[in-house]
DNA sequence: AAGCGTATCAAACGCTCGTTTGAATTTCAA
DNA sequence: TTGAAATTCAAACGAGCGTTTGATACGCTT
C-alpha cells in the first residue's frame, strides 16, 4: 500500500494546510508550521505540491460552497425565507470554530490581501456566490432596481456577514464578552436577515 | 537650522510610512520601502524612531476621525441626515485615492490582523467612532431597542462601509468597470445610508 | 534476497526582513 | 575656527522564510 501511504501525508498536509491558512492568511502562514501541524518534514510540500503556491490552490476547493447555494436552492420556501436560510449558514460557516469547511474562512482572509490564488477564487467561489445571491435578491425586489443597485445590496448584505469574521479581533476588544457559539451566531444571522430584508423591501423610499 | 533638518527626515518618514502602511498594510510594509519613498537611509527608522512597531504607532494619530466626528455632531439637522453625512465622509477617507487621511485606511487593514498596535487603535479611534455611531443610530431607533441590537446595528452600517474598502481586489475582479471616483463614491454613501436607514426604522418587525 | 522507484529526512541554500554597527558627515554653540 | 553632539550612511548581522539537495529508509515486484 505505498500509494496509501503517500495519499496520507499528502491529506494530512492539504488538512494541515486549510486551518493554518485560514488561521494565519497566505503570508501569515509558514510552510514549517504546516508541515508541523501534519507531522511531516518541511521539505514535504514542495515534493508533494511543487510550491506553497500551488498547496493553496490544492487547498482551496469550494465543494461546501456550492453545498451551500444548492441545498438553498432546493429550500422549499419564500425567497426572503430562502435569503434567511442563507445567510445563516453562511455565517455558520464563516465563524463556528467547529466548522470543517475552512475553505470559507480563507476566501474571506484573502479577500483584501491578492495572492496568485485570489483570481481562482474569485472565479471558483465568489462570482457564483454572488451571482446566485443576487438571483435571490432580484426575487425579493422585482424588475423595478438597476442591476448596478442590485449589485449594492448584495454587497450590503456580504458586507454586514464577512464583518463579523474579518473584524473579529476589534471586536472582541470592543465587546469583550463576545462569544461565537451557535446560538449566538443564529442571533447575529437573523438580525443580518431582517436588517438586509427591510433595506430590500423598502428600496427607492427616501428614508 | 539642526533641529529643523532632522525634523525634515522625521516627518517624511511619517508621512512616507502612512502611505506603505495604508498600502501594504503592516506586516506587507517594509522599512526598506518607506525609508526608499523618505529619501533616507534603511537606518533612519531605527534612529528616529527605535522600530518599525514604535514608527507605526507614530504614523497614528486619528485626528481626521475625531474631526469627522465633530463636524457630524456640529451639523444642524435631523440624526436621519447626520447619518448619511457621516456614512458618506468616512466613505470618501477610506476610498478617496486623494484623501490626505491614510490613518483610516491604515485602521481598516490592521482590523483583521492584530498587530502591537491594535489595542491603541480599538482604544483610541474604532471605540469613539463606534460609540458616536450608536449615539446616533439610538436618536434614530429610539429606546425601544436593546442595547445587543443597538451594535448589531451598528455593525451592519460599519460593516457595509468597509466592505468596499477591504474587498477593493475582489470588487474590481467582480465588475472591472468599478471606479471610486467622487461621484461613484457618493452613489454608494447614498445607498448605504438609505439601506441602513430602512433596517432602522422597521427594527423588530419581522419580514 | 535483490533491485528499483517512491517517500522521507536533516541540512543547507539563497533571499528578504528588521535591526545594529561604526565610521563619515553635518550642525551649531563656544 | 574648533570641538562635541546630532545625523546620515554603507555595510553587515542574525533570524525567518520558501525552496533545494543528496542521502537514507521504505514498499513492492521479480
Redesign the interface.
Known amino acids: 500500500m505505498t500509494v496509501a501511504v503517500s495519499e496520507q501525508t499528502r491529506e494530512r498536509l492539504l488538512s494541515a494546510a486549510r486551518e493554518v491558512f485560514s488561521e494565519c ?1 497566505f ?2 502562514a509558514t510552510v514549517r508550521e504546516i508541515c508541523r501541524r501534519a507531522g511531516a518534514n518541511v521539505a514535504a510540500v514542495n515534493y508533494h505540491f511543487g510550491s506553497k503556491d500551488a498547496l493553496l490552490a490544492e487547498a482551496l476547493h469550494f465543494e461546501s460552497l456550492k453545498l451551500l447555494q444548492e441545498t438553498n436552492a432546493q429550500a422549499d420556501a419564500c425567497p ?1 425565507v430562502r435569503l ?1 436560510l442563507f445567510v445563516r449558514d453562511f455565517m455558520h460557516m464563516l465563524l463556528d470554530e467547529n466548522s470543517t469547511s475552512s475553505q470559507c474562512k480563507i476566501m474571506a ?1 484573502e ?4 495572492t496568485p490564488a ?2 481562482q477564487i ?1 472565479r471558483e467561489a ?2 457564483p456566490l ?1 451571482d446566485y445571491l443576487a438571483g435571490l435578491v432580484r426575487e425579493i425586489v422585482g424588475d423595478g432596481v438597476s442591476d448596478i ?1 442590485l ?3 448584495v ?2 448584505i ?7 469574521h ?6 472582541q ?3 469583550p464578552e463576545l462569544r461565537y457559539d451557535g446560538t449566538e451566531i443564529d442571533a ?1 444571522a437573523k ?9 430590500l ?3 427607492g ?3
Chains 1, 2 share one sequence.
Not at 111 to 114: T, V
Not at 166 to 171: A, K, M, R
Open positions: 492568511g503570508q501569515g426572503e434567511g482572509r479577500l483584501a490581501d491578492p485570489l483570481d474569485v465568489i462570482a454572488h443597485e449589485h449594492r445590496c454587497h450590503s456580504t458586507g454586514q456577514c464577512l464583518y463579523y474579518h473584524s473579529h479581533p476589534v471586536l476588544r470592543l465587546h447575529i438580525h443580518i436577515a431582517d436588517f438586509s430584508l427591510q433595506g423591501k423598502h428600496l423610499k427616501q428614508a
